[in-house]
Structures are given as structure tokens and as C-alpha cells.
């Protein structure tokens, strides 16, 4: 936050780019002393406090801030200062002409001189308004005598209190002897469970057991099963050497029941 300095008592505001202190011309504030700033008229510096904008304001007395509260005419009148500042009439406008309220205004205007004039009046002030010049006396008025005249039925009263309510008027006008319904109560918040997470123990699975292997060895004469070679358990007949033996060789018998 920028430091203020009051100068000659008046409202703080920040140093001036070139200041001329004892004769010379300075544009440097940083290198202001507090004592040559004093000789310039300068006192500080300053920090302006915050506040609550609604309900107090900051005020300067001479040599120092203050937070003063406002009076509640004062909070009430600010709030329909913001009110009016945030009217949309030209939105307002624009939901008035595709709903049927207008179309009871000009059959009303066309039965009744009366009504006429009324909706004459009320449809030249908004015509003001979406220029930027609302006159919300004026307003008021003919809109309030047009509801008392023309009764109209519930579902326009409804249409009328939400483009009002839609363009931030309905403050400003509001419609006699309705009452605003309740705004819907907020969905309560979605909690989503988490599902509990189910440790179950290992499963020891048995380790097959390897195949039995059967090694019969031949020596070209006789088989380490005392087989001759002649013939085997088999009934096959040798009729010598195995071919294509080198001293022994090793048959592999599968011993699976199938």
C-alpha cells in the first residue's frame, strides 16, 4: 500500500512526482528526508485503515483517519443507491413484451381510457429508464394503480414478480399483497462411501511333484535292468549294439499310469 503524506493538514495523498525543497527541485521521493518533507509542508506518512463499506466510512480530522459507523438511514440509503446502480430495465423490458402481462396491458389500454392512460405512463417512464434515466417515482406509481385496476390473474402476478426479480427491480417496485416464495432449500452434499477394502489370506497352492524318470542304461550286452540283448522287458528283440552307441545310452521310459 502507497504512503500517504497530508500537506498543510489536508487529506493525505501521495508525494508529488517533483517536489522543490529548500530551493532545489527534487525528483527523487525516495531520498526525502522526514525533515525536509516537513520543511515543504508535508507531515506523515499515512495509512488509510479499512472498514466495513456498509456500515462505516473513513474519515479524515485534521491530522489523522478515523472509522466512523453510519446511521442506519444512511446503510438504508446506500443499499438503494446499489439497488437502483444494478437495475436492468432494458432486460426487465424485454420480458415484459414476450409475456402475457403485456398482452392484458394493451387489452386493458384498449377497453378503458383509464388503463390507457396508465399504461401510456408507465410504458413511457421505462422507455426513460432503458435510456438511463429512471424515475422510479413515477414507476411505481403507475404500475401500482395498474395491478389494483386490472386484477390480474395469479400466473401473470407470478410472471411479473420473476422478471422483476430477474432484473433487479423488484425491490424498487414491489407488487402489492404478493408474497415472494420461499427459494428452494439447498440439496444436501453427495457423499460418496468408500467401499471397504476385504483382505483375505494367500492360498497355499500345492507344488506339483516332478514326473519319476527311469533311466536304463545299455552296455551293449546287457541293460543295467538285466535286460540281455536279446530281448526286453517289452518283448522287443536287440539284435546287437544299439546303433549309433557310443559305450551307453539313455532311454527315458514315461512311468504316467495312463
Known amino acids: ?14 508525494l508529488p512526482q517533483r517536489l522543490k525543497i529548500n530551493g532545489t527541485t527534487r525528483t527523487d521521493s525516495s531520498s526525502f528526508t ?12 499515512f ?16 491530522t489523522g483517519y478515523a472509522v466512523l459507523d453510519l446511521a442506519d438511514s444512511e446503510i438504508e440509503k446506500r443499499r438503494l443507491e446499489a439497488v437502483k446502480a444494478g437495475a436492468d430495465y432494458r432486460g426487465f423490458w424485454r ?15 384498449a377497453a378503458d381510457l383509464g388503463a390507457n392512460m396508465l399504461v401510456t405512463e408507465l410504458i413511457a417512464a ?7 434515466e429512471p424515475n422510479e417515482e413515477i414507476i411505481g406509481s403507475a404500475m401500482q394503480e395498474l395491478l389494483e385496476a386490472l386484477a390480474l390473474p395469479g400466473d401473470e402476478v407470478e410472471a411479473l ?35 471397504p477394502v476385504v483382505i483375505t489370506d494367500p492360498i497355499d497352492e500345492p507344488i506339483p ?16 535292468g538285466g535286460i540281455s540283448d536279446g530281448a526286453t522287458s517289452a518283448g522287443f528283440i536287440f539284435s546287437g549294439d544299439v546303433i549309433g552307441s557310443a559305450g551307453e545310452d539313455t532311454v527315458i521310459f514315461d512311468l504316467d499310469d495312463d
Do not use: H
Not at 39 to 45: D, F, M, R, S, V
Open 47 to 62: 495509512q488509510k485503515p479499512s472498514c466495513d463499506p456498509v456500515t462505516q466510512i473513513v474519515v479524515w480530522q485534521g
Open 95 to 109: 420480458a415484459l413484451l414476450s409475456s402475457s402481462v403485456y398482452q392484458t396491458l394493451r387489452a386493458a389500454a
Open 209 to 224: 511333484e516332478e514326473e519319476e524318470e527311469e533311466t536304463i542304461v545299455f552296455n551293449s550286452g546287457t541293460t543295467s
Open 1 to 14: 500500500m502507497a504512503l500517504l503524506y497530508s500537506l498543510l493538514n489536508a487529506e493525505p495523498a501521495s
Open 161 to 195: 414478480y420473476y422478471a422483476l426479480k430477474a432484473y433487479g427491480l423488484y425491490e424498487l417496485y414491489p407488487i402489492p399483497g404478493f408474497v415472494e416464495p420461499e427459494p428452494p432449500a439447498p440439496e444436501p452434499a453427495l457423499v460418496l462411501e468408500e467401499s
Open 34 to 45: 522526514a525533515e525536509e518533507l516537513n520543511q515543504a509542508g508535508y507531515t506523515g506518512p
Open 126 to 132: 421505462l422507455s426513460d429508464a432503458k435510456l438511463g
